[in-house]
């Protein structure tokens, strides 16, 4: 039998609203009728970001850092920050990440040497934050950060999300429709939507190889 031998398929965002009013058992009639549901689908993105569901959008961006100067301003998409190393002589070296309130309580901020800590702040555009304060300007920062979804905003364009995550978008617009023009199954949508969204975060985590290692127990003779 034969098969399409294509991979190409692809919801453009009008698609997707036209299949989410359709699981809500409407029709898009009118401009506004796509344009809220497209307000909704962004605001899903941002959600997405706040629950972590986004491993596809983590990228590696490189700054030589400034002879003292503690701060560095970074990309406004930038939603959070994973890792950061500091490359000294090709040698890269582990930053550890410390909240707001000991950042605060550092005493000496201005004391200069290699950073072994960062704060990110999370300003409409981002600071990550150095302790100590660098003590030259050829030290590089390494770091790992997860870049905001772009929006869902032409009609005609696809959305910034891999083909694994279209059944959670879809069932999300969905869920997010009926809340506004289909309360009789928003219950239902819902359900639906928290099963894809766990199905989508599952696939979103990070795997290593699995590693067997015997009991000490049964080690000894």
């Given amino acids: 039998m034969a098969t399409s031998g294509s991979r190409d398929f692809e919801l453009d965002v009008a698609e997707v609203i036209e299949e989410a009013y359709e699981r809500c058992g409407l029709e898009v009639r009118t401009g506004y009728d796509a344009k809220t549901a497209r307000r909704s689908l962004n605001l899903m993105f941002a959600d997405w970001s706040n629950r972590g569901l986004n491993l596809w959008t983590v ?21 959070d920050v994973l890792e950061v190393v500091l490359r000294r002589d090709n040698t890269d070296l582990s930053v550890q990440r410390i909240s707001r309130g000991e950042y605060s309580t550092v005493p000496n901020k201005s004391s200069t040497g290699r950073p072994s800590q960062f704060y990110f702040d999370r300003q409409i555009t981002p600071v990550l934050n150095f302790y100590p304060t660098p003590e030259n300007s050829t030290d590089q920062i390494i770091y790992y950060y997860v870049r905001r979804i772009q929006d869902a905003d032409s009609l005609v364009n696809t959305n910034d999300l891999p083909f694994r995550f279209y ?7 969905s869920y997010y429709v009926a809340m506004k023009r289909a309360p009789d199954r928003i219950q239902l949508l819902k359900s639906v939507y928290e099963e894809e969204f766990q199905r989508a975060a599952d696939e979103d985590e990070g795997r290593t190889s699995l590693k067997l290692q015997p009991s000490i127990q049964y080690l000894r003779t």
């Fill in 59 to 79: 990228n590696q961006a490189t700054v030589t850092l400034t002879s003292g100067t503690s701060t560095v301003t970074i990309a406004s998409d930038v939603v």
């Fill in 167 to 173: 059944p959670c978008m879809v069932a999300g617009l």
